[in-house]
Nanobody
Framework: QLPLVESGGGLVQPGGSLRLSCAVSGFTLDDYAIGWFRQAPGKEREGVACISSIDGRTFYGDSVQGRFAISRDNAKNTVYLQMNSLKPEDTAVYYC?????????????????WGQGTQVTVSS
């Protein structure tokens, strides 16, 4: 499978917003779910959000619930992560990946097609 391509990261002040994009090739968003993950220096990778390809149902990690929103544009074969009310602790490299199934129930180890990631830095 081709790696997914993340973009949209950057430097933002606390309280600001960013929108990340995950460009998909080799399959369509109807085929598989897409998840967003992040990894901060010295920390384990954590799940941030996931969108199911069955019904578009979304799932979020506790630390981003209510601040982040995952969405998809099937025509562009792209998944987005809208990040609002950003905090310094959101600083990390953000990745998207697919579990090669339509639901978001897979464990993190089952996700693949990882991209290079995009750096998000929240700092004043």
């Amino acid at each position: 499978q081709l790696p997914l391509v993340e973009s949209g990261g950057g430097l933002v002040q606390p309280g600001g917003s960013l929108r990340l994009s995950c460009a998909v090739s080799g399959f369509t968003l109807d085929d598989y779910a897409i998840g967003w993950f992040r990894q901060a220096p010295g920390k384990e990778r954590e799940g941030v959000a996931c969108i199911s390809s069955i019904d578009g149902r979304t799932f979020y990690g506790d630390s981003v619930q209510g601040r982040f929103a995952i969405s998809r544009d099937n025509a562009k074969n792209t998944v987005y992560l809208q990040m609002n009310s950003l905090k310094p602790e959101d600083t990390a490299v953000y990745y998207c990946a697919t579990p090669y199934e339509r639901s978001c129930q897979a464990s993190q180890d089952e996700f693949g097609s990882w991209g290079q990631g995009t750096q998000v830095t929240v700092s004043s």
